[in-house]
């Protein structure tokens, strides 16, 4: 069984910044190409941004290229989303989801496992 834990959400200003971190455990993580996905109130989930088994390759949403980074520590099973200058649009849960194949994609049908989400909240 594959588990998916976040972390590191919270309530910051507008120009700030968050890492989130989301801990893999149950099975082989460096085989899994791994996302971070968001929904806000109201609206469906989104695609923001997800990496590579091997972290070599990755993928962002337009939305939050040049301000969002994905990594991945495969020592410590963990990816990481660090998010700099957010925004109030950017409000939302955020969850990490894994797939059993080692390339990224942007859709969320094609991830198997998902974790239970973070509350990011931008305030203006």
């Known amino acids: 069984q594959v588990q998916l834990v976040e972390s590191g959400g919270g309530l910051v200003q507008a120009g700030g910044s968050l890492r989130l971190s989301c801990v893999v455990s149950?099975?082989?993580?460096?085989?899994?190409?791994v996302g971070w996905f968001r929904q806000a109130p109201g609206k469906e989930r989104e695609f923001v941004a997800a990496?590579?088994?091997?972290?070599?390759?990755?993928i962002y949403a337009d939305s939050v290229k040049g301000r969002f980074t994905i990594s991945r520590d495969n020592a410590k099973t963990t990816v990481y989303l660090q998010m700099n200058s957010l925004k109030p649009e950017d409000t939302a849960v955020y969850y990490c989801a894994a797939r059993r194949d080692t390339m990224p994609t942007m859709r969320s049908s094609r991830y198997d496992y998902w974790g239970q989400g973070t509350q990011v909240t931008v305030s203006s």
């Open positions: 149950g099975r082989t993580f460096s085989s899994f190409a």
């Open positions: 990496i590579s088994w091997s972290g070599g390759r990755t």
